[in-house]
Protein backbone atom coordinates (compact mmCIF):
# COMPACT_ATOMS: atom_id res chain seq x y z
CA UNK A 1 0.00 0.00 0.00
CA UNK A 2 1.05 3.35 -0.40
CA UNK A 3 0.13 6.34 2.07
CA UNK A 4 -2.50 9.13 1.13
CA UNK A 5 -3.40 12.49 2.67
CA UNK A 6 -6.17 14.48 1.37
CA UNK A 7 -6.33 18.58 2.02
CA UNK A 8 -7.64 21.39 0.72
CA UNK A 9 -11.34 20.99 2.27
CA UNK A 10 -13.39 23.55 3.08
CA UNK A 11 -16.68 25.64 3.03
CA UNK A 12 -17.58 27.67 -0.39
CA UNK A 13 -20.62 29.09 -1.22
CA UNK A 14 -22.84 27.39 -4.16
CA UNK A 15 -20.70 28.15 -7.40
CA UNK A 16 -17.33 28.59 -5.99
CA UNK A 17 -14.61 26.93 -6.36
CA UNK A 18 -11.96 24.00 -4.26
CA UNK A 19 -9.25 22.69 -4.95
CA UNK A 20 -8.56 19.22 -2.88
CA UNK A 21 -5.08 17.28 -3.20
CA UNK A 22 -3.86 14.25 -2.65
CA UNK A 23 -0.45 13.70 -1.14
CA UNK A 24 1.19 10.05 -2.21
CA UNK A 25 3.71 8.66 -1.10
CA UNK A 26 4.91 6.98 -4.20
CA UNK A 27 4.92 6.86 -7.69
CA UNK A 28 1.41 5.72 -8.18
CA UNK A 29 -0.31 8.88 -9.24
CA UNK A 30 -2.55 8.05 -12.56
CA UNK A 31 -3.32 4.98 -10.09
CA UNK A 32 -5.20 7.66 -7.69
CA UNK A 33 -9.13 8.45 -7.88
CA UNK A 34 -11.43 10.57 -5.85
CA UNK A 35 -14.53 9.16 -4.41
CA UNK A 36 -16.67 11.21 -1.96
CA UNK A 37 -19.50 10.11 0.59
CA UNK A 38 -22.55 12.37 1.05
CA UNK A 39 -24.76 12.38 4.30
CA UNK A 40 -26.80 9.11 4.59
CA UNK A 41 -25.38 8.33 1.25
CA UNK A 42 -23.15 5.18 -0.34
CA UNK A 43 -19.49 6.38 -0.93
CA UNK A 44 -19.72 7.07 -4.72
CA UNK A 45 -16.60 7.44 -7.46
CA UNK A 46 -16.02 11.14 -8.91
CA UNK A 47 -13.07 10.65 -11.08
CA UNK A 48 -9.72 8.57 -12.16
CA UNK A 49 -7.37 8.29 -14.77
CA UNK A 50 -7.42 5.86 -17.74
CA UNK A 51 -5.01 3.30 -17.05
CA UNK A 52 -2.58 5.15 -19.81
CA UNK A 53 -2.57 7.94 -17.60
CA UNK A 54 -3.48 10.02 -20.56
CA UNK A 55 -7.17 11.05 -19.90
CA UNK A 56 -9.57 10.60 -17.02
CA UNK A 57 -12.95 9.65 -16.49
CA UNK A 58 -15.79 11.59 -14.55
CA UNK A 59 -18.69 10.95 -12.94
CA UNK A 60 -21.72 11.91 -15.05
CA UNK A 61 -22.61 14.59 -11.67
CA UNK A 62 -19.33 16.03 -11.95
CA UNK A 63 -18.47 16.02 -15.88
CA UNK A 64 -17.33 19.56 -16.77
CA UNK A 65 -16.89 21.01 -13.48
CA UNK A 66 -14.37 18.96 -11.62
CA UNK A 67 -11.02 18.25 -12.72
CA UNK A 68 -8.36 15.56 -12.03
CA UNK A 69 -4.71 16.01 -12.91
CA UNK A 70 -1.49 15.10 -11.64
CA UNK A 71 1.96 16.75 -10.34
CA UNK A 72 4.82 14.46 -10.58
CA UNK A 73 7.32 17.04 -9.46
CA UNK A 74 5.54 17.50 -5.98
CA UNK A 75 3.85 13.69 -5.87
CA UNK A 76 0.40 15.32 -5.37
CA UNK A 77 -3.06 14.55 -7.29
CA UNK A 78 -5.60 17.75 -7.36
CA UNK A 79 -9.44 17.78 -8.10
CA UNK A 80 -9.66 21.38 -9.02
CA UNK A 81 -13.91 21.75 -8.49
CA UNK A 82 -15.36 24.65 -10.10
CA UNK A 83 -19.32 25.64 -10.26
CA UNK A 84 -19.69 23.84 -7.00
CA UNK A 85 -23.24 22.79 -6.03
CA UNK A 86 -24.84 22.01 -2.38
CA UNK A 87 -25.05 18.39 -3.63
CA UNK A 88 -21.02 18.15 -4.08
CA UNK A 89 -21.12 18.46 -0.18
CA UNK A 90 -19.26 15.59 1.13
CA UNK A 91 -16.08 13.88 2.71
CA UNK A 92 -13.84 13.58 -0.32
CA UNK A 93 -11.44 10.54 -0.11
CA UNK A 94 -8.31 9.50 -2.40
CA UNK A 95 -7.35 6.23 -3.10
CA UNK A 96 -5.09 3.61 -5.01
CA UNK A 97 -7.11 2.28 -8.23
CA UNK A 98 -5.59 -1.84 -8.24
CA UNK A 99 -7.64 -2.94 -10.90
CA UNK A 100 -10.74 -4.60 -10.98
CA UNK A 101 -13.04 -1.92 -9.45
CA UNK A 102 -11.05 -2.60 -6.72
CA UNK A 103 -9.23 0.22 -4.33
CA UNK A 104 -7.37 0.63 -1.33
CA UNK A 105 -4.98 2.89 0.78
CA UNK A 106 -7.80 5.03 1.43
CA UNK A 107 -6.74 8.80 2.65
CA UNK A 108 -8.34 10.22 5.77
CA UNK A 109 -11.04 12.54 3.38
CA UNK A 110 -11.55 16.00 3.83
CA UNK A 111 -14.73 18.11 4.19
CA UNK A 112 -15.81 19.68 1.34
CA UNK A 113 -19.29 21.64 2.11
CA UNK A 114 -21.01 24.41 -0.19
CA UNK A 115 -23.78 26.59 1.39
CA UNK A 116 -26.68 27.69 -1.28
Known amino acids: QVQLAESGGGLVQSGGSLRLSCAASGRTLRDIAWFRRAPGKEREFVAR????????VYADSVKGRFTISRDNAENTVTLQMNSLKPEDTAVYYC???????????WGQGTQVTVSS
Open 49 to 56: FTWSGQNA
Open 95 to 105: ARNIGGGNYDS
